[in-house]
Each structure stands twice: as structure tokens, then as C-alpha cells.
């Protein structure tokens, strides 16, 4: 047991309770812990990195379906309304007929009441 504990001292005289090459284990096991540690550390900011991408990619996609539904919305609202102007202009347009019909009716009155009132003058006129 009094060789497993032997004090020693390395190549810059310092004392070591650990023999040289259990010494130099541990260094080197520190070492790769540290490559470990500082691996972990840019693969967390990689992570973080790509996290952020995807979110900035998710709120730009939510963005355009939002986009998207107002468009079809507006498309269903411009139908709608041409189909409501569509409506209103044939209803003027029954509307004008039907007061052209009634012009048309009464102009040919007129002319029969013009008719009947120059025959009258010819008859008074002629028979006078």
C-alpha cells in the first residue's frame, strides 16, 4: 500500500501523490472532458441557431397562409359583390325596359291622339 501512495515529483519538480502516467491519464481525460464540454457548447449554439431559423421560417409561413386565407376571402367577397352588381344592374335594366315600354305606349297614343285631332281640323277646316 506504501507504493500505491509514493510521493513523486514530475519533469518541473512539482510533487505528485499520482504516479507520471496515472497523472498524465487524468490530464488527458480533463482535456478530452474539456473538448467534450466546449463540443456540447457549439453544438447548443448550432442548435439555438437552427431553432431560430425554424422559427423565423415558421412565423414567415403562418404569415403567408394568413396571407393566403385573406386572398381567399377577398376572391370570395369580389364574387360575391359581382354577383350582386350583377343583380342590381339587370334589375335597373328590367326596369328601363319596362319604361321604355311605357313610353313606347304612350308615344303611340299621342300619335293616335295627333291623328285623330288633325282629322278633326281637316274635317272643320274643310267642311267650313
Known amino acids: 500500500m506504501a507504493d500505491e501512495r509514493a510521493v513523486t515529483f514530475d519533469e518541473a519538480y512539482r510533487v505528485r501523490v499520482l504516479d507520471a ?9 480533463a ?4 473538448d467534450f464540454c466546449d463540443k456540447v457548447a457549439r453544438l447548443s449554439d448550432t442548435v439555438a441557431t437552427v431553432v431560430d431559423a425554424v422559427d423565423r421560417q415558421a412565423a414567415l409561413t403562418e404569415r403567408e397562409k394568413l396571407r393566403a386565407v385573406g386572398k381567399r376571402n377577398q376572391a370570395a367577397a369580389e364574387s360575391e359583390r359581382r354577383r350582386r352588381d350583377s343583380a342590381v344592374k339587370s334589375a335597373a ?3 328601363r325596359r319596362r319604361e321604355l315600354e311605357r313610353l313606347q305606349v304612350e308615344y303611340e297614343s299621342l300619335l293616335r291622339v295627333k291623328a285623330e285631332q288633325e282629322a278633326l281640323i281637316a274635317r272643320m277646316s274643310g267642311g267650313a
Open 21 to 29: 502516467e496515472k497523472y498524465a491519464k487524468t490530464q488527458e481525460l
Open 31 to 34: 482535456e478530452t472532458a474539456r
Open 93 to 95: 335594366a328590367r326596369e
